[in-house]
């Protein structure tokens, strides 16, 4: 890190919450490809922006487009990939948005990254940890591949993809996901529905009806 910058202050994010009327935090899905993570991820924005609430979704393939376009699939381009969506995240939470995450996110070491992101604030702020929850989209492999709507498993099995989660890479799941979503048994409306439902149950986002003006 360079040494000649220096942290300029803003508001804090108590003063930004009442001001844009809802706080921030972000919802990590993590799962095998073709798992489900963007189908959920995007029905859960839009459900949320038909609430009236503010929230953006990061997609692993999108931000491949731009942001980390430089990066390849090894084991140290997936660190790095996983370490810049989290400071990504960590600031479109930050600016009050619900930051909707659906990345591979193989590693628990990188995971536990992102959310350590969320729970460091810069030096002499006194804002809280913002909130991160942690969403395992499970299912099989075996349906994983399926469903491939990329052609990436046969591609995987055949040799012509390398270092591929859940063929020739590992994925570590998840110990302690704030939820556990099986999306081979759970269809995209239920699983939005879960997910929803813990947020409001937690007091992140008001109930059905009940949104700030």
Same mark, same amino acid.
């Given at each position: 890190?360079?040494?000649?910058?220096?942290?300029?202050?803003?508001? #804090?994010? &108590?003063? *930004?919450?009442?001001?844009?009327?809802?706080? /921030?935090?972000?919802?990590? !899905?993590?799962?095998? +490809?073709?798992?489900?993570?963007?189908?959920?991820?995007?029905?859960?924005?839009?459900?949320?922006?038909?609430?009236?609430?503010?929230?953006?979704?990061?997609?692993?393939?999108?931000?491949?487009?731009?942001?980390?376009?430089?990066?390849?699939? #090894?084991? &140290?381009? *997936?660190?790095?990939?996983?370490?810049?969506? /989290?400071?990504?995240?960590? !600031?479109?939470?930050? +600016?009050?948005?619900?930051?909707?995450?659906?990345?591979?996110?193989?590693?628990?070491?990188?995971?536990?990254?992102?959310?350590?992101?969320?729970?460091?604030?810069?030096?002499?702020?006194?804002?809280?940890?913002?909130?991160?929850?942690?969403?395992?989209? &499970?299912?099989?492999?075996?349906?994983?591949?399926?469903?491939?709507?990329?052609?990436?498993?046969?591609?995987?099995?055949?040799?012509?993809?390398?270092?591929?989660?859940?063929?020739?890479?590992?994925?570590?799941?998840?110990?302690?996901?704030?939820?556990?979503?099986?999306?081979?048994?759970?269809?995209?409306?239920?699983?939005?529905?879960?997910?929803?439902?813990?947020?409001?149950?937690?007091?992140?986002?008001?109930?059905?009806?009940?949104?700030?003006?």
């Amino acid at each position: 890190m360079a040494t000649n910058i220096t942290w300029h202050p803003s508001l #804090s994010r &108590d003063e *930004r919450t009442q001001l844009r009327h809802q706080a /921030g935090l972000t919802i990590w !899905l993590t799962g095998l +490809s073709a798992s489900g993570k963007s189908t959920i991820a995007t029905a859960l924005e839009q459900h949320l922006l038909h609430q009236g609430l503010n929230a953006y979704r990061l997609d692993g393939d999108n931000i491949r487009f731009g942001l980390n376009k430089n990066l390849g699939f #090894s084991q &140290d381009d *997936r660190v790095e990939n996983i370490r810049r969506i /989290g400071e990504v995240a960590k !600031l479109f939470a930050d +600016s009050c948005t619900i930051a909707v995450t659906s990345f591979i996110s193989p590693y628990r070491a990188d995971r536990d990254l992102a959310r350590t992101l969320h729970s460091e604030t810069a030096q002499g702020s006194i804002d809280k940890p913002i909130p991160f929850i942690e969403v395992w989209i &499970d299912c099989p492999v075996e349906e994983c591949e399926k469903r491939d709507p990329k052609g990436l498993y046969k591609k995987a099995r055949e040799g012509i993809i390398k270092d591929f989660t859940g063929i020739s890479a590992p994925y570590e799941e998840p110990l302690k996901p704030e939820l556990h979503i099986r999306s081979d048994k759970e269809s995209t409306e239920e699983s939005v529905a879960r997910i929803t439902k813990y947020l409001v149950e937690n007091g992140y986002i008001p109930s059905a009806g009940k949104t700030s003006s």
